[in-house]
């Protein structure tokens, strides 16, 4: 049966990834090469995991993860809709039974905050995933003095963890934000809409979102 590691291993699949980074990067956006999507499909796997699915489930969690930022090829707009359909191809070429296809082609397509919702686990812990990956080293812009919001947002993410309790079903983003550099609004201005999101997808899991920022409760 395809599994992740095999995907990880296929060069077409890297190909696309870079590629689609390189455009975000002439674009002046955060990293969105190897070191999100790995992260994104390891959160995801953990998230699953600790929520009690079973081993299939948390494996196609870590290729919807891997595969998840693919669209970018075409256009950032719409990116998670293309990138689905570019999963179907690449996946359906390389024998992937139906069941764990749509599976993954459902949670791509669902992940971004403009048109995404958790209809599946996996969906939703993609979108979790995702969404909790903030951090100043995705900040590409060496000059500080060029840095428009998004930039000034990640950059001034010290510290981010998201914590999953199993036992009290709580999923609870965790974040260190220097406030020198980016206000809490603005953290908000940015991000209050995947927030939201990230409340539903723990929602379909049985869980609550809680977000803590410098040791307060916003959430």
Do not use: W
Request: overall charge negative; proline content about 1%.
């Amino acid at each position: 049966m395809l599994g992740y590691e095999e995907i990880r291993k296929n060069e077409e699949i890297k190909t696309y990834i870079s590629k689609a980074d390189e455009s975000l990067c002439a674009l002046g956006y955060t990293e969105h090469s190897f070191a999100h999507v790995c992260k994104v499909a390891e959160t995801a796997a953990e998230i699953l995991t600790l929520a009690g699915y079973d081993e299939r489930t948390v494996e196609l969690s870590r290729i919807a993860g891997y595969m998840h930022d693919i669209g970018n090829i075409v256009n950032r707009i719409d990116h998670s809709q293309s990138g689905a359909l570019i999963a179907f191809r690449i996946l359906d070429n390389m024998n992937m039974p139906a069941n764990d296809l749509a599976e993954i082609v459902t949670a791509i397509g669902n992940h971004d905050e403009g048109t995404g919702v958790p209809v599946s686990p996996v969906s939703a812990a993609l979108i979790l995933a995702d969404k909790s990956d903030v951090r100043r080293s995705r900040v590409r812009n060496q000059d500080f003095s060029t840095f428009d919001i998004h930039d000034r947002v990640n950059y001034s993410v010290e510290k981010s963890r998201l914590e999953i309790d199993a036992e009290a079903k709580i999923i609870r983003l965790v974040l260190s934000i220097d406030t020198s550099i980016s206000s809490l609004m603005d953290y908000f201005e940015i991000f209050l809409t995947r927030m939201t999101l990230c409340r539903r997808a723990a929602e379909k899991l049985g869980f609550v979102f809680k977000l803590t920022i410098n040791e307060q409760n916003f959430i």
